[in-house]
């Protein structure tokens, strides 16, 4: 499935974006200027890109925590300026400061996330489930890495969206990492896409740094869902520039990766290869280009304002206990 211009340049801004995006979150939470955790998404942004471009408003998404889902919601088209003011503990947070990086956005149907690897199979199975029957069209959109992989979760929620023929699109954000431990070292085989197609699921192994080819893909498998075809497993097989959570060293096993690595990932850096790509097949110029990363840096530099000048939020017991579902 080819992607036209418009297309093309839509992911294209969104992966400018996205890069932007990812760095200001990096460097606030370096300065302290960010509560909990911060798990960096540089290098492995393109797939969260490609994945969620194109989705309609109703259709379901569960990020990968990877960047904190926020390359997959701005390309959505969610207004992310409350989800960074969430991150600083800020009243105008979309948890009202109360969540930091284990947020919702029930309004734009992203449902949550937790620290738990391979939580979204549960409730994307069951938001599957309901999709089908309300037989509206929805697509859920379940994004995970190779780790989550290795739970229990996966593998049950990947039988039921197969013999169900649910209207998933399973997105594997394949790193080659989970934390410190590496995939060969975890799993029987190179591709996690053999488990999906060993329960019948049509499954595609493609270039995660190659922001349209994840979209090409997406695109056919959530056109094939819309149509009732049932779920679809892609593995993008992407790369981590970085540790895996501010604080820890970045290491392969017990040992720092080597500088070699580093040099050779960025070459396959997803931005500088969509750049090559958009100037290649003249797209767009180097003009428009320059214009899109300004615009990308004025839209962070807004964000970043809309935080700093929120309150921080200050509950009382009250309104506490009143988001909690239980009896005193």
Not at 63 to 71: A, F, Y
Not at 89 to 105: E, I, N, Q, S
Not at 210 to 238: H, L, M, Q, Y
Not at 287 to 302: G, L, M, N, P
Request: charged share 25%.
């Amino acid at each position: 499935m080819s992607l036209t211009k418009e297309q093309m340049i839509t992911l294209y801004t969104n992966l400018v974006r996205a890069d932007r995006f990812g760095k200001m979150m990096y460097s606030r939470m370096m300065q302290g200027k960010l509560i909990g955790f911060y798990h960096p998404a540089d290098g492995a942004i393109a797939p969260g890109v490609g994945a969620c471009s194109f989705l309609n408003d109703d259709d379901i998404l569960f990020p990968h925590h990877r960047g904190h889902g926020i390359t997959h919601m701005l390309s959505k088209g969610i207004d992310v300026q409350p989800y960074i003011a969430e991150h600083a503990g800020k009243a105008t947070g979309c948890c009202r400061g109360r969540a930091a990086w284990h947020y919702a956005f029930p309004e734009h149907n992203v449902y949550g996330t937790t620290a738990y690897i391979g939580h979204n199979f549960v409730p994307v199975t069951g938001f599957g489930w309901a999709a089908k029957r309300n037989a509206k069209g929805q697509v859920v959109m379940n994004c995970f890495g190779d780790g989550a992989m290795g739970t229990g979760r996966a593998h049950e929620g990947l039988l039921m969206s197969s013999i169900w023929d649910l209207p998933i699109v399973h997105l594997c954000e394949n790193n080659g990492f989970a934390i410190f431990a590496e995939a060969e070292e975890m799993h029987p085989t190179e591709d996690m896409a053999t488990v999906a197609q060993g329960l019948d699921i049509p499954s595609v192994v493609i270039d995660g740094q190659d922001v349209f080819a994840v979209a090409e893909a997406v695109n056919a498998a959530v056109d094939s869902a819309r149509s009732g075809g049932g779920p679809t497993f892609i593995e993008a097989k992407t790369l981590r520039f970085k540790e895996h959570d501010i604080g820890n060293r970045d290491l392969r096993g017990w040992k720092p990766r080597p500088q070699e690595e580093y040099d050779e990932m960025h070459k396959r850096d997803p931005v500088l290869l969509a750049t090559e790509r958009v100037l290649e097949d003249k797209i767009l110029t180097q003009s428009v280009i320059d214009k899109i990363h300004q615009d990308a840096e004025a839209e962070v530099d807004a964000a970043v304002q809309f935080a700093d000048e929120s309150p921080i939020e200050s509950p009382t017991e009250e309104e506490l206990l009143a988001d909690v579902y239980a009896p005193r």
